[in-house]
């Protein structure tokens, strides 16, 4: 039995998100349905995490085990041939059988991208969330400094993030080693944040509260009691999902 890895890239503007769905067109299920016609049996691909509809990727890494003897450039050529444009396999390898895309994981860097100007290029529409207005940048930064390190992101979690019930593990703790808001190019600028995980739509419920700040709805001191308020009634609203992809897993 061969455990392979796939980096993979993908829009995901017109998939209801990662996860297989019985009645939804998803990413992890229009990849297992085309290595199932390559390798013709049942294939389960576990992908490094979940992300919503709308979301993009240009680092998802998944792993799937088979009996197939067709080699890695073959599945390569083979996938990229079958999957639709949107879709993209990146890199293909074996690799050892305990190897876990989501439990092997250490963290994972995110981007959201925002554009400023007061016109949302066509092209953009699906990829940048449209803020037309000036930003107080410095609040925001000194916001983001506040998050470096360890803490309880409950402020910033969407429910279904995890099993409540659940007695003992990490809650709803998380490390972020990177979180900075940076100009990339006239009128757009991205958020990067990296950490060692993320609860559902935290970066999206991150971005909508900074956004706040950004726009002098929030002071820097009322963020920094939303994040230790524990509520997520306390932050702000969720960011839309085209703005928001998943640019690396980090091993």
């Known amino acids: 039995m061969r455990n392979i890895r796939l ?3 993908f829009d995901g503007t017109h998939f209801s998100g990662w996860q ?4 939804d067109v998803t990413i992890q299920g229009v ?3 085309r290595l199932e016609l390559m390798t013709r049996s049942v294939v389960t691909l576990h992908g490094a995490g979940r992300t919503d509809a709308g979301v993009h990727a240009e680092g998802m890494v998944a792993n799937f085990h088979t009996e197939s003897r067709i080699s890695c450039p073959s599945f390569f050529l083979g996938l990229n041939s079958l999957l639709p444009d949107a879709i993209r396999i990146l890199q ?3 690799v050892p059988s305990d190897f876990h895309a989501r439990f092997s994981a250490t963290g994972k860097h995110y981007l959201y991208r925002i554009t400023t100007g007061p016109v949302l290029p066509p092209a953009e529409r699906f990829y940048n969330l449209h803020v037309p207005h000036s930003l107080e940048l410095s609040s925001i930064r000194e916001c983001l400094s506040l998050l470096i390190g360890t803490h309880d992101f409950s402020s910033f979690e969407n429910t279904g993030s995890r099993d409540r019930s659940m007695v003992g593990g990490r809650g709803a703790v998380r490390t972020l080693s990177l979180a900075e808001f940076n100009r990339t190019s006239a009128n757009r600028y991205a958020f990067s944040f990296v950490g060692d995980g ?12 900074l956004m706040e700040v950004g726009l002098s709805k929030r002071t820097v001191e009322e963020f920094s009691a939303t994040l230790t308020a524990r509520m997520r009634s306390a932050a702000g609203p969720t960011a839309p999902a085209q703005g928001l992809t998943l640019k690396e897993v980090l091993y």
């Open 7 to 9: 980096l993979i890239a």
């Open 20 to 23: 297989r769905q019985k009645h």
């Open 31 to 33: 990849i297992e349905s």
């Open 92 to 94: 293909v390898n074996d």
């Open 198 to 209: 993320f609860l559902r739509q935290m970066v999206r419920n991150l971005v909508g509260t």
